[in-house]
């Protein structure tokens, strides 16, 4: 068995950035991103619903390297299996992992959680199964100029786990998504995950 491995400080040092200052970050970055989890249905609901203790954003797998040369300063680990190990520099994730915690060294603080993903500039695809996807254009909004993955691409990576927030989050939306959102989530929940309890509430809310 291999060692769980855990380099930087504990999980209490989250601080993390809010998008705004991610934004900031990245700007000018050819490497197509959006906030994802909880900030982003917050974007697309215009409103901060809850706290949210951490700072999730996708990427596509293939512009890493490139995103890092906006994040420099920072510390890169990678996140996998119980482990979080710290990468060189030039030292791209292993093929297997899809976190990656960002490391703030002077404040000895994580600022935010770089996923991974099998999308590109023009296709998202849904990590767990790539055959669910839709057109990019059609998965991200904007609020202020901030890209944001679509409740209907958030709730379907949240409606494994169901926590209390995940329920929260697909209530707060369940009123506001129009009819082709609705319809899209129904039918990958319905390929990702039969018989979750939120296809009737999609198709008959």
């Known amino acids: 068995m291999t060692e769980t491995r855990w380099d930087g400080p504990g999980l209490d040092a989250w601080d993390a950035w809010r998008p705004e200052r991610v934004a900031e970050l990245l700007a000018g970055t050819t490497v197509p ?13 215009g409103r901060e619903t809850r706290t949210h203790e951490d700072l999730e954003i996708a990427i596509p797998r293939h512009g890493f390297s490139t995103l890092r040369t906006h994040l420099a300063g920072y510390r890169l680990h990678e996140v996998n299996d119980g482990s979080v190990r710290a990468l060189a520099d030039d030292e791209s ?12 060294v002077d404040a000895d603080a994580w600022r935010m959680d770089v996923m991974l993903e099998p999308s590109d500039a023009d ?10 996807q839709a057109p990019r254009a059609r998965m991200v909004g904007y609020r202020d100029r901030i890209p944001y ?18 329920e929260r989050d697909f209530a707060a939306c369940l009123a506001v998504l129009d009819d082709n959102s609705r319809g899209w989530l129904a039918a990958a929940l319905a390929r990702v995950h039969h018989g979750h309890h939120w296809i009737e509430q999609l198709r008959n809310g």
């Open 149 to 166: 993955l679509r409740p209907e691409g958030v709730l379907l990576f949240k409606a494994k786990a169901v926590r209390e927030k995940d």
């Open 33 to 45: 991103w959006c906030v994802v989890g909880g900030w982003a249905i917050d974007l697309y609901l």
């Open 93 to 104: 994730p292993s093929a297997d992992a899809h976190q990656n915690w960002v490391l703030d």
């Open 123 to 132: 296709t998202w695809r849904f990590r767990r199964d790539p055959h669910v």
